[in-house]
């Protein structure tokens, strides 16, 4: 039984992580999972205020997306969680990768009192962020990227990649001003696949968009403009880029200069736009249909 081992640092033999109980919150090895609303010491912050270093660590909450962390290659170093999640990711915490890795079991007021808030999920996982990924890589075997200009709402981004995983999108490119894909609300509305979907930041913004045209990429930049083609006009491109911009201002002009064609989605009773996540959402499906 998962609440069977009750000493400090007990070992279920039938996981392959470690258990350990903590009944102090100030216990200095549940660190990493403290104070996750604080504006100046949470720990996925790559930049506390001030410009002083953060832990910037990725941050997964709930036994769904601490899987998905599992599954991915930002690998966990410490679960945080009540005894029922723990009973609930003993699968996943059974195998070779989680091999050693401790799961802090502690109950739901000790957890509260170390992040901060209650927390309904009852259990985080954390992992510290892999290098990132080149624009290259990401691009070589995909058929259907995202490309994100100044989309600075995490809740945005987290559904905009929860869209590409359900929709057959291979990879989001970041271009410039966009916020963070790694904050914890970002996996946590992405429901973990954040940390599945492949992504990589330009290092020019927009001129590296050549290096989409360079592998056969067709760019296109999606505008409210009534005067623009239709987007199911623009998507039969053997590869494709989907060009989304920030809430109200959308794509800078000099981002759309840099596509190589502008479509719109037809909208009715004379609203001009939608939510970026959504528009990218319908952009995707017409893509995969």
Not at 119 to 144: I, Q, S, Y
Not at 172 to 190: E, K, Q, T, W
């Amino acid at each position: 039984m998962a609440g069977s081992n009750t000493q400090p640092g007990a070992i279920r033999s039938d996981l392959a992580a470690i258990v350990i109980d903590i009944d102090d919150p100030a216990d200095p090895r549940v660190d990493d999972f403290r104070d996750l609303n604080s504006a100046d010491r949470r720990p996925d912050l790559p930049l506390l205020p001030g410009g002083t270093p953060g832990k910037a660590l990725v941050v997964a909450e709930g036994v769904f997306v601490a899987q998905r962390m599992v599954a991915s290659r930002f690998l966990p170093h410490a679960f945080l969680g009540v005894d029922k999640r723990l009973t609930e990711l003993a699968p996943t915490l059974s195998g070779e990768s989680v091999a050693g890795v401790p799961f802090y079991r502690v109950s739901a007021d000790v957890m509260a009192e170390v992040v901060g808030f209650h927390l309904n999920r009852g259990v985080l996982a954390v992992a510290r962020r892999p290098e990132p990924l080149a624009l290259a890589d990401v691009l070589a075997d995909a058929r259907t990227v995202a490309v994100l200009e100044g989309v600075n709402d995490h809740e945005n981004i987290g559904s905009i990649f929860r869209n590409a995983a359900g929709l057959g999108v291979d990879a989001v490119i970041f271009g410039g001003a966009c916020a963070d894909p790694l904050y914890r609300r970002s996996v946590r509305v992405s429901m973990g696949h954040v940390l599945l979907v492949p992504f990589a930041h330009v290092d020019s913004w927009p001129s590296d968009l050549e290096v989409l045209r360079d592998n056969n990429f067709r760019i296109i930049s999606l505008t409210p403009d009534a005067a623009a083609p239709p987007l199911s006009d623009a998507v039969d491109a053997e590869r494709v880029a989907f060009m989304v911009g920030a809430e109200g201002p959308g794509l800078s002009e000099a981002a759309m200069r840099a596509g190589d064609v502008r479509a719109r989605i037809p909208m009715a009773r004379g609203t001009d736009s939608l939510n970026v996540a959504t528009a990218a959402a319908l952009a995707f499906y017409e893509r995969a249909r």
